[in-house]
């Protein structure tokens, strides 16, 4: 009865019911200002606790197995120094075993000398007492520093909670009017990435120039020196490259062990200079058919070349990708401020045209040149999806709309549920700012608390119908004054409500902690209390001048 009292009291009193107009207005306004002042922060998915992670290992180009070995020998020394990591896996020129999320960053492609990929695993969940993301961001700053000589390049790859992508961040650089122009802007827009706080393992995945030297045989000289032109081939590759020569059969080895054959290290050349390598091919020789010893200098030319870029090109169109990753954020909030700087920087030179979603177009105002900047990887999933999921919500408040018009006949009050409905969204906002404060790590809005967001227009609908009928049944058949009407239907339901919110409260809460599916738990716990409050209050208020059209 108190309850029937206290709500009959706001509906008689036309202040009072302003008054609960004006609170639902405030609280809903801080609600959607959290986003732009970012006090919650909207991700995909949270970041995947898992028991392995991977480091990615890119030297200059034309840097030989040698200096890949001793970054990745250097890294390996410093990571067993952490006891979580339990063993580690080194593939030098090549990439890990395959798995879906490896197909997609390409490890199958890497078969360069200077490439590398490095397998950690480490202990599992219940035997440490951090988390993998903390780990890694942890060992990043320390790895970097301790083992970036020769300049390489070293990112560090964590499973992804959602669909894999080749980064959290990638700009498709496009246009140009060839390689090295798209290259230079590419650098440009890597630069700015490196300017921001929490981007990191930044690389422009572009081949860069370097000289290499060509071994070009002398048909005549080979001749005339009676050397044969296999002969002559076979020892250069046998002292530069060697090759396997034959196989060894082991009761105890899984498969055959092969007998690999090369001449010893006079083949490596301390200086890269023409005359350095001209230098060893002199302590090359052979003897020809005359039982005369020739030197391998006579018989070869040692030709400088550039080496030819490899070129990446996506819908038939060249393009370089720049790709980064983020540490411990959000992908959307470094990377609009990344845009920022683009158009603030770039505008001196460049005529910046602002295209679909986040992508830009640059213009350079001396040239003409055109370049094309587009997002992909992580970001571009992030933005589709919760996209995807705001037209959904859309589409159901519309579909729930049109459901109560043919229903009640009243546009009013349908339009009244709905946005009883939506304004549950005060209650998920809330929900997620507690679970931030009490959670060590960020607690982000994700793609499935838009879900949990969704899946409660239905239960608020329902709270709202079942007011609003009994209200019209003590009206037509107990001749009950409105006011009093609904103020003893909502007192009289609440107890059923409360029930169905606390029911869905015990059941969500085992999602909450969840790190995949704890955005829904919270959610539906934060938005079925709050929709129990906006049952009880906000809808009464709001129905209470247009009931005289359903009698």
């Not at 002199?282 to 003897?287: E, G, I, P, R």
Request: net charge positive.
């Amino acid at each position: 009865m108190k309850l029937e009292n206290f709500i009959y009291q706001i509906l008689e009193s036309k202040s009072k019911s302003i008054l609960v107009y004006v609170i639902t207005l405030i609280l809903f306004l801080l609600s959607v200002l959290t986003f732009p002042s970012e006090i919650i922060k909207a991700k995909m998915l949270p970041s995947k606790d898992s028991d392995t992670f991977s480091v990615y290992v890119d030297l200059k180009d034309g840097y030989s197995k040698k200096y890949t070995k001793e970054v990745t020998d250097c890294i390996a020394r410093k990571l067993q120094e952490n006891d979580i990591v339990t063993n580690i896996s080194v593939f030098i020129s090549e990439g890990q075993p395959l798995d879906f999320a490896a197909l997609v960053k390409q490890s199958a492609l890497k078969d360069k000398q200077w490439q590398a990929e490095m397998m950690i695993n480490i202990k599992r969940e219940s035997n440490r007492d951090i988390s993998s993301f903390n780990l890694v961001s942890k060992l990043r700053p320390i790895i970097k520093e301790t083992c970036n000589m020769y300049n390489a390049n070293i990112k560090f790859i964590e499973l992804p909670a959602g669909p894999p992508v080749l980064a959290s961040i990638v700009a498709e650089i496009y246009g140009g009017e060839n390689f090295n122009s798209q290259r230079d802007f590419a650098y440009k827009i890597a630069k700015i990435f490196k300017a921001q706080k929490t981007l990191v393992d930044i690389d422009v995945m572009a081949s860069k120039d370097y000289a290499k030297y060509e071994l070009i045989l002398d048909n005549d000289k080979i001749k005339k020196s009676g050397i044969s032109l296999e002969q002559i081939k076979q020892i250069v590759y046998l002292a530069y490259e060697g090759m396997p020569i034959s196989i060894v059969n082991d009761n105890h080895a899984q498969n055959q062990i092969p007998i690999f054959l090369r001449l010893d290290d006079t083949r490596l050349i301390n200086e890269k200079t023409e005359q350095s390598l001209k230098n060893r091919l002199k302590n090359l020789k052979l003897k020809n058919q005359y039982n005369q010893m020739i030197s391998v200098s006579e018989l070869v030319r040692v030709r400088k070349s550039v080496k030819e870029p490899e070129l990446t090109s996506k819908n038939l169109k060249k393009m370089i990708n720049v790709i980064a990753e983020t540490n411990k954020d959000s992908q959307i909030y470094p990377l609009l401020e990344a845009r920022t700087q683009m158009i603030k920087q770039l505008s001196s030179d460049y005529k910046v045209i602002k295209t679909d979603m986040l992508n830009l177009s640059f213009i350079n105002k001396n040239t003409n040149e055109k370049f094309d900047l587009i997002f992909d990887g992580e970001l571009k999933v992030t933005l589709d999806t919760f996209k995807d999921l705001g037209t959904a919500f859309i589409i159901a408040l519309i579909l729930i709309f049109f459901l109560m018009v043919i229903y009640y006949k009243s546009f009013a009050i349908s339009g009244g549920i709905v946005l009883a409905s939506f304004i549950s969204i005060i209650g998920v906002i809330l929900a997620h700012i507690i679970m931030d404060i009490f959670t060590q790590d960020t607690f982000y809005l994700t793609a499935t608390s838009l879900i949990g967001f969704i899946g409660l227009i239905g239960i608020n609908s329902r709270n709202s119908t079942l007011i609003i009928d009994f209200s019209k049944q003590l009206i037509i058949e107990q001749n009950m004054s409105i006011n009093k009407a609904i103020a003893k239907a909502t007192a009289t339901r609440s107890k059923p409500i409360i029930l169905t919110v606390l029911t869905m409260v015990f059941a969500s809460s085992l999602l909450a902690s969840d790190a995949v599916f704890g955005g829904l738990g919270v959610a539906l716990i934060g938005g079925t209390l709050i929709s129990y409050i906006v049952s009880m209050f906000f809808v009464p208020v709001i129905i209470k001048n247009h009931m005289k059209k359903l009698l």
